[in-house]
């Protein structure tokens, strides 16, 4: 069988660059499944669907076509045949992907598409968001739950920030926003963010990213 890596976790755990580097390590395929949901809510957000309707979102959700690039060296992810890889990231977007991602028949969807994937991957992959291993990918080869303290979290969200040249109150504003989010998306009635009873527990607060990477890696091996 394919090898699927399974990981889940809150926002600035660590998952999209640990994940990415354990599959260039491992030559397998990398696939970010928040930028999925962040992509639906671009198109929500560009095409004047107000993303607090969930009707409407349930409605439209069909509509635009999203297709993941999952090369780990160069992922990318356009909708309608536009790269989104920056707009997706802005605070815009990071601000209503909770309430997009929390109606049904967005996961119905996306999860579909996620499926495809991995069973497209070449030699496997390995998936991150915060459902791989509870129902996207339950029979995953590996499963492994990313934790950091909220400080650390929010404090590598900071960093990343500042290196971008944002100010201090949007800085400020986006800590507040991810520990919202975090909450969101742990109490959604589908899917939340919890860690699958045979996931092995990784807490980064106090480890390097090379630290993480190693741990991954081994845990697959296994
Ligand atoms: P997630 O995908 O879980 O939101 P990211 O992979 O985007 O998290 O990581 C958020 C930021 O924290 C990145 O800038 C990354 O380089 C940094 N980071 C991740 N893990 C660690 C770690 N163990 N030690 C230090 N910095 C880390
Ligand atoms: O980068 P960050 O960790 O902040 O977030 P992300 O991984 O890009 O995910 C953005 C949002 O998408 C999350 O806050 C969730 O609401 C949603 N998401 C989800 O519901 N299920 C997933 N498998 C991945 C992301």
Same mark, same amino acid.
């Given at each position: 069988?394919?090898?699927?890596?399974?990981?889940?976790?809150?926002?600035?755990?660590?998952?999209?660059?640990?994940?990415?580097?354990?599959?260039?390590?491992?030559?397998?395929?990398?696939?970010?499944?928040?930028?999925?949901?962040?992509?639906?809510?671009?198109?929500?957000?560009?095409?004047g669907?107000?993303?607090?309707? =969930?009707? !409407?979102? /349930?409605? %439209?959700?069909?509509?635009?076509?999203?297709?993941? #690039?999952?090369?780990? $060296?160069?992922? &990318? +992810?356009?909708?309608?045949?536009?790269?989104?890889?920056?707009?997706?990231r802005?605070?815009?977007?990071?601000?209503?992907v909770?309430?997009?991602s929390?109606?049904?028949?967005?996961?119905?969807r996306?999860?579909?598409?996620?499926?495809?994937?991995?069973?497209?991957?070449?030699?496997?992959?390995?998936?991150?968001?915060?459902?791989?291993g509870?129902?996207?990918?339950?029979?995953?080869?590996?499963?492994?739950f990313?934790? =950091?303290? !909220?400080? /650390?979290? %929010?404090?590598?969200?900071?960093?990343?920030?500042? #290196?971008?040249?944002? $100010?201090?109150? &949007? +800085?400020?504003?986006?800590?507040?926003?991810?520990?919202?989010r975090?909450?969101?998306?742990?109490?959604?009635?589908?899917?939340?963010?919890?860690?699958?009873?045979?996931?092995?527990?990784?807490?980064?607060?106090?480890?390097?990213?090379?630290?993480?990477?190693?741990?991954?890696?081994?845990?697959?091996?296994?």
């Amino acid at each position: 069988a394919p090898v699927v890596v399974a990981i889940d976790g809150p926002s600035g755990s660590g998952k999209s660059t640990v994940s990415r580097a354990v599959a260039a390590r491992l030559g397998l395929s990398f696939l970010d499944t928040g930028a999925m949901y962040r992509a639906m809510t671009w198109w929500m957000l560009t095409n004047g669907v107000d993303t607090a309707d =969930a009707e !409407a979102v /349930a409605i %439209a959700c069909g509509k635009p076509v999203i297709v993941s #690039g999952t090369d780990a $060296d160069g992922p &990318t +992810i356009t909708v309608d045949g536009v790269d989104v890889s920056g707009p997706i990231r802005g605070p815009e977007v990071t601000a209503q992907v909770s309430a997009v991602s929390a109606v049904p028949a967005v996961r119905t969807r996306l999860v579909e598409l996620q499926r495809d994937c991995a069973g497209l991957a070449p030699r496997g992959i390995v998936a991150e968001g915060r459902d791989m291993g509870t129902v996207v990918f339950p029979d995953a080869t590996a499963k492994i739950f990313l934790t =950091a303290s !909220a400080d /650390a979290r %929010a404090e590598r969200r900071a960093a990343e920030l500042r #290196g971008k040249g944002v $100010d201090e109150a &949007t +800085i400020a504003a986006m800590a507040a926003d991810l520990v919202r989010r975090d909450t969101a998306d742990s109490s959604r009635s589908t899917s939340p963010l919890t860690q699958a009873e045979d996931a092995v527990l990784v807490d980064t607060s106090a480890l390097t990213l090379d630290q993480v990477i190693d741990a991954v890696v081994e845990l697959v091996a296994e």
